[in-house]
C-alpha cells in the first residue's frame, strides 16, 4: 500500500503550503516570500532550498546554483545536519543535470553522510537515490543496479508513492537499455498507474516518457505520440522545464524511428533550443545527436556527419555517458558500412541503444 505522493523538500511551513504538484512558478513565488521572512537560519536554509529546486526545474541554473549554496550556509549556521544534507542533494543534483557527473557524485556522496549522521531517513534516500541516478545516467548499471532495487524495497516498505515511482522507472529504463522491452514496458506502466493513484503529476509525465519510448521501439508509434501528448500537458501546466525538453526529445525519436526524419529533425532542433536556454549539456548533446542522425538520413554530407560524431563522442566522453558515447560509434560504425556493403553494421536507434551492461532483476 502507498500513500498521496509528497514532497519532502518543502519542508517546515512550506510543506503545508506546498504540494508536489503545485507549479514551480508557484513554489518560487511562495518560497521567495517565505525567504524574505524567515526569522531563523533554519527557515532561511528551507526557503532557500525551495526557491532552489524550483529554479533547477525550471531551467535557471544559476538562481538555483546560489540558492542551494545559501541553503547550506544557512544550515551549517542553524547545525542542522539534516538540512545540510537536502541543500547538498539539490546541488548534487544540479550538478547531475548540467553535467558535472563527478562533482554531482561528490555533493551527493557527502549528502548521505550527513543525512546518516542526522538521522533524517528521507534525505537519506534521496540522496542515495541521486547517487543511483547519476550511475546510471552514466551507464554504470552494474553498481547500481542493486541500489535501484534496495530503494523500491525502502520505498514500497514506507508506503512513499514518489519514490516508489522513481525507483521502478529507473529500473524499467535499465531494462529498456539492455533489450528487455517486455519487462521495461510492465514497469512502466505501473509506475504510470502508481503515480495517477497517487495524483503525483510529474512521476506520471516521466513515466509515460517511458511507456512511449518502448512502445515505439515495438513499432506501436502513434499510440506513443498520444502518450507523450499526455505527458507534455502535464509538464506544461507544472513548469517542467526540464522535463518538457526531455518530453521533445522522445518524441523527436519516436519520429526517427518511424522514418519520418523530417519530422525527427525539426524536433530534434526545438529540444536543443530548449536544453541550450536551461544550459543543460546532456540534453544538447543528445539533441545534437539525433539531428545528426536525422540530417544524415536527410542525405547530409556523410564526411560532415563524420566530423559532427566525433565531437559528440568527446562530449560524451567529458561528461562521462558511456551509453550515449556507444550510441556515436554505433551510428558511425552503421554510415561507414554503408560505403563497404561487405560489412555489415546493425541499424542504430534514434537516442536510445541496448547496452551490455547489467540489467536490474526487477
Known amino acids: 500500500m502507498y500513500g498521496k505522493a509528497f514532497a519532502p523538500e518543502y519542508q517546515g511551513e512550506l510543506g503545508t503550503a506546498l504540494s508536489v504538484n503545485s507549479s514551480y512558478e508557484e513554489v518560487l513565488a511562495t518560497a521567495s516570500r517565505a525567504h524574505a521572512e524567515a526569522g531563523t537560519a533554519l527557515e532561511r536554509s528551507r526557503a532557500a532550498l525551495a526557491v532552489a529546486e524550483a529554479n533547477r526545474r525550471l531551467g535557471r541554473v544559476t538562481q538555483a546554483g546560489d540558492a542551494w549554496r545559501e541553503s547550506y550556509r544557512s544550515a551549517r549556521t542553524a547545525d542542522d545536519r539534516g538540512a545540510m544534507a537536502w541543500a547538498l542533494w539539490s546541488g548534487g543534483t544540479l550538478a547531475r543535470q548540467c553535467g558535472s557527473l563527478p562533482l554531482a557524485r561528490r555533493l551527493l556522496t557527502h549528502a548521505v553522510a550527513l543525512a546518516d549522521g542526522s538521522g533524517d531517513r528521507l534525505a537519506h534516500g534521496y540522496s542515495l537515490a541521486g547517487l543511483a541516478e547519476t550511475g546510471r545516467i552514466q551507464g554504470d548499471y552494474a553498481a547500481v543496479a542493486e541500489l535501484h532495487e534496495q530503494l523500491l524495497a525502502q520505498g514500497r516498505a514506507h508506503g512513499e508513492a514518489r519514490h516508489m515511482v522513481w525507483a521502478m522507472s529507473g529500473i524499467a529504463q535499465m531494462h529498456r537499455n539492455t533489450g528487455g522491452y517486455d519487462k521495461a514496458l510492465e514497469l512502466f506502466e505501473e509506475s504510470a498507474r502508481?503515480?495517477?493513484e497517487a495524483d503525483d503529476f510529474r512521476g506520471r509525465a516521466w513515466s509515460l516518457r517511458g511507456v512511449a519510448d518502448v512502445l515505439s521501439v515495438q513499432g506501436e508509434t502513434e499510440r506513443a505520440l498520444t502518450l507523450l501528448s499526455e505527458a507534455e500537458a502535464i509538464c506544461r501546466t507544472m513548469d517542467l522545464a526540464s522535463a518538457l525538453a526531455y518530453n521533445h526529445k522522445m518524441r523527436a525519436n519516436v519520429f526517427y524511428r518511424a522514418g519520418r526524419y523530417e519530422a525527427a529533425r525539426e524536433t530534434?532542433?526545438?529540444?536543443?533550443?530548449?536544453?541550450r536556454e536551461m544550459q543543460e549539456p546532456r540534453g544538447v548533446a543528445l539533441s545534437r545527436?539525433?539531428?545528426a542522425k536525422s540530417r544524415a538520413r536527410l542525405g547530409r554530407d556523410r564526411d560532415e556527419t563524420l566530423?559532427?560524431?566525433?565531437?559528440?563522442?568527446?562530449?560524451?566522453t567529458r561528461i562521462g555517458l558511456r551509453h550515449a558515447r556507444d550510441m556515436v560509434i554505433a551510428f558511425r560504425a552503421e554510415l561507414t558500412a554503408q560505403s563497404a556493403p561487405e560489412t555489415p553494421?546493425?541499424?542504430?536507434?534514434a537516442t536510445t541503444l541496448g547496452s551490455p551492461a547489467v540489467p536490474a532483476r526487477s
Not at 345 to 349: L, Q
Open 194 to 196: 502508481i503515480a495517477a
Open 268 to 275: 530534434y532542433a526545438l529540444s536543443l533550443r530548449e536544453f
Open 307 to 316: 566530423a559532427e560524431l566525433a565531437s559528440l563522442e568527446g562530449d560524451f
Open 345 to 349: 553494421a546493425p541499424r542504430s536507434d
Open 289 to 291: 545527436l539525433g539531428l
